[in-house]
């Protein structure tokens, strides 16, 4: 799973828009955007067809109230989420890996905020993808 999956998914779950504000790296230099960054994951399960991945949610925002609240936004569609495709792959469960943290303000005095989810899932085949 890539953060273009998760940029896509969070995109149709009307968020935002995909190169628009919402970017598949930090969000730094984009005004009140988001920006998904993966993060060393764990390796794959051993014993079932199962992986693990966690991405770095940021959000940089020139509003405190409104980069909080977008997060905020992302915490309440992915936590504690089951059992849903996400482009290609089935995701068993997403959920916050902590709180939202607050990352105080960038050298442009832009609030920076970051949540890190991590997501449980495996890879669909061709016949679940096309059914």
């Known amino acids: 799973m890539q953060n273009s999956n998760l940029a896509t998914f969070l995109e149709d779950q009307g968020v935002g828009t995909k190169g628009v504000d919402i970017w598949c790296e930090l969000p730094l ?3 009140d955007s988001i920006g998904i960054v993966p993060v060393v994951s764990p390796e794959p399960n051993k ?3 199962t992986y693990d991945q966690v991405f770095d ?3 940089r925002f020139e509003n405190a109230t409104l980069g909080k ?3 905020q936004e992302v915490f309440d ?3 504690r ?3 849903y495709q996400l482009d290609g792959f089935h995701v068993y469960l997403s959920y916050a890996a902590g709180m939202i943290d607050d990352l105080d303000r960038d050298p442009e005095q832009r609030h920076l905020y970051k949540l890190t989810v991590a997501f449980v899932y495996r890879e669909l085949s061709e016949e679940e993808q096309s059914s």
């Open 47 to 49: 014993a079932f067809a």
């Open 29 to 31: 230099g984009k005004e």
């Open 69 to 71: 609240a977008k997060l």
């Open 81 to 83: 989420r089951q059992n």
């Open 57 to 59: 949610i940021w959000a």
């Open 77 to 79: 569609i992915l936590h």
